[in-house]
């Protein structure tokens, strides 16, 4: 192994073997993970390997590391076993996430998105963080939809500076009846996807008609949030019910469009209801894609203007936690990554958080730049990941390449 540490590391009853950046797995299947189809995780590895430095800081193809090659039966978590590995000794469950982080990701990249508000504020939902609801005088100023030409100019920036997704929010409670507003959107996705970026909204509640018809415009991913547990939920929002919010995620998963769903820390929660929101997530029918991870930013005038903001630990307990738990997930540090320092960020990076919110801003609140995570990740040895580079991204895109061939016959 040329000089190099070799280490065995025992993990949930696995040996894991390291000989310096490459590792050797003699185990390939054990009960501690969800599932992915091996079908989907083959191209991924081609990609890995075959793709080289086409995106800003792409770290070269011969140096990637291995990653899983065959997924192992989706295992199912009681809420106590979760809750057990939250409680563990903060370092121990960090080593554990960053076990496991290398075995299904690659390490060293950070999926990097670009949000972009395309109809600020207005809402009639009374979500009690949000500066966008009617019912809180905050410093949003409601908008109509933008242009679809507006928001072009908006993504191919995005593109431009290194961002795979292009992730758009309207402050709706749900599409409804909005026929108009609707196909603008649809129109938006259709060229997003056409520039070869992963595209994203997040539109409030869907129906299963209104999913489908994203999924043929291209849509990769919806985000709709729970937020929280289940019992905390009722305590930040009165005017939809958690279980409105699994319905629009069933939508999403049965139009076969990636889920994006995870929650805020911060509300006021306790411990118990980030283990909820976790366990919440692993009882879907499938895992999530992706697993954004808020951090509150107490907007004034809101209910939780006065909230304390949630400590770094509790941050890395949750990230590290829902990596084991979710391990094929992309677990997302989505608002409030401002709050945190470089070297905290790093450290849910190692916990397994691989992907980041970039560029000018989120929705109303602040994010880091474009130069400046690109400094960060380069700083930590990290790069950002291809367009359609994760297993199920790549499984997306081949489909869709298979369906315009079809019609085009
Ligand atoms: N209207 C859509 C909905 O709620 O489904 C759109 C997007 S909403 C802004 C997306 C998520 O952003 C929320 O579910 C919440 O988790 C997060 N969020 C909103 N305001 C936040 C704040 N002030 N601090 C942290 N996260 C926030
Ligand atoms: C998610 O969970 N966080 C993003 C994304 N999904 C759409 C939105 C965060 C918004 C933060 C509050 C704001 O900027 O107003
Ligand atoms: Fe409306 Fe979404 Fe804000 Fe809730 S989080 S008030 S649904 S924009």
Not at 96 to 113: I, K, M, N, S
Not at 120 to 137: H, I, P
Not at 196 to 212: D, F, I, K, N, S
Not at 348 to 355: D, I, P, T, V
């Amino acid at each position: 192994s040329g000089g190099r540490v070799t280490w065995h590391a025992l993990h949930d009853g696995r040996c894991i073997r390291t000989r310096g950046r490459e590792r050797e797995r003699s185990d390939m299947m054990h009960a501690g993970t969800q599932s992915v189809r091996a079908a989907l995780v083959r191209p991924m590895l081609r990609n890995l390997r075959q793709k080289s430095t086409s995106v800003l800081g792409a770290a070269p193809a011969t140096e990637l590391p291995r990653v899983r090659a065959e997924m192992p039966p989706r295992r199912t978590w009681e809420r106590g076993e979760v809750q057990a590995l939250f409680d563990k000794p903060l370092l121990d469950l960090v080593f554990e996430a960053a076990t496991v982080h290398r075995e299904y990701h690659d390490p060293r990249r950070v999926q990097l998105c670009t949000l972009m508000n395309i109809k600020e504020g207005g809402c009639s939902e009374d979500c009690a963080y949000c500066s966008q609801s009617s019912r809180y005088d905050t410093h949003s100023q409601p908008s109509k939809l933008e242009e679809v030409d507006a928001v072009l100019v908006e993504a191919r920036r995005a593109k431009a500076n290194g961002s795979t997704r292009f992730c758009m929010g309207a402050a709706w409670r749900e599409i409804g009846g909005r026929k108009r507003g609707f196909q603008r959107v649809l129109d938006m996705v259709r060229e997003i996807r056409g520039m070869g970026m992963e595209v994203c909204t997040t539109l409030g509640m869907l129906t299963p008609e209104q999913a489908q018809q994203l999924k043929e415009a291209g849509l990769s991913a919806y985000n709709h949030n729970l937020d929280t547990s289940r019992e905390y939920y009722g305590k930040v929002i009165t005017s939809r019910t958690y279980d409105d919010r699994l319905q629009t995620i069933a939508n999403v998963r049965d139009a076969g469009i990636a889920v994006c769903s995870g929650g805020i820390l911060g509300l006021g929660e306790d411990e118990a209801d980030r283990v909820g929101l976790i366990w919440e997530m692993s009882r879907l029918p499938e895992a999530p894609e992706s697993f954004p991870v808020n951090a509150l930013v107490a907007i004034k005038g809101t209910p939780m203007e006065g909230q304390e903001p949630v400590s770094f630990q509790e941050m890395l307990r949750t990230v590290a936690t829902a990596r084991v738990v979710l391990p094929t997930s992309i677990v997302r540090l989505a608002a409030g990554r401002h709050l945190f320092t470089e070297s905290e960020q790093a450290m849910l990076f190692l916990a397994g958080a691989n992907a980041i919110f970039t560029g000018e801003r989120m929705l109303t609140t602040p994010t880091s730049s474009w130069d400046s995570d690109h400094a960060m990740l380069a700083r930590w040895g990290l790069s950002g990941m291809q367009s359609f580079e994760t297993p199920r991204m790549a499984e997306d895109e081949r489909l869709r390449g298979n369906r315009e061939s079809a019609a085009q016959a």
